[in-house]
């Protein structure tokens, strides 16, 4: 992916100073930056997983991984002024994943009606080489942003603005 179509973007603060359920900003855990793809209007996410992310020896344990896709699917969600809870969740798991990787969360919604399906992968490049080690789908019930007490509209708007 051609990162100089990102545009960082700081959600948590524009959902009012939230926090991260999976990302504490420390580096030898998950770590999580969100951006917003110029030419494709979504969100992406870049995961760092450090040391304490280990599950077998040398590799990232799969619930830090799940945890990131959901997280970066949740903000999608919250990116288009949506407020969601989750109804299902799967994680298709393709290769294992080294500690110290840095690595992409692309991000895709469809809405029908009160439901979302958001789906996510996590890949990594290696010069023009893309690896997939995860994919993720997930079933969402739309929730008014009021109810988180977030005004969706300004959201959606101040991410819609970025370019």
């Known amino acids: 992916m051609d990162e ?4 960082p973007i700081n959600l948590q603060k524009a959902l009012g100073d939230r926090r991260s359920f999976i990302s504490d900003g420390a580096a030898e855990r998950v770590r999580l930056e969100y951006f917003k793809h110029t030419q494709l209007g979504q969100l992406v996410a870049r995961a760092h997983f450090g040391a304490e992310t280990e599950g077998p020896p040398g590799l990232v344990h799969s619930a830090a991984i799940s945890g990131s896709l ?5 903000f ?3 990116s288009q002024g949506c407020g969601v809870l ?3 969740f799967s994680t298709a798991f393709k290769q294992m994943l080294p500690l110290h990787t ?4 692309d991000t895709a919604l469809e809405m029908d009606g009160p439901r979302l399906t958001i789906r996510a992968s996590l890949t990594t490049q290696h010069g023009m080489q893309s690896s997939i080690y ?6 969402f019930m739309a929730i008014p942003a009021s109810k988180f007490g977030v005004d969706g509209v300004k959201v959606a708007q101040m991410f819609a603005a970025l370019s």
């Not at 100089?4 to 545009?7: N, R």
């Not at 840095?102 to 969360?105: D, G, N, Q, V």
């Open 134 to 139: 995860a994919e993720a789908e997930g079933l």
């Open 76 to 78: 999608a969600a919250w």
């Open 4 to 7: 100089s179509l990102l545009i």
């Open 102 to 105: 840095s690595a992409l969360i």
């Open 70 to 74: 959901l997280e970066a699917m949740i």
């Open 86 to 88: 989750s109804m299902r």
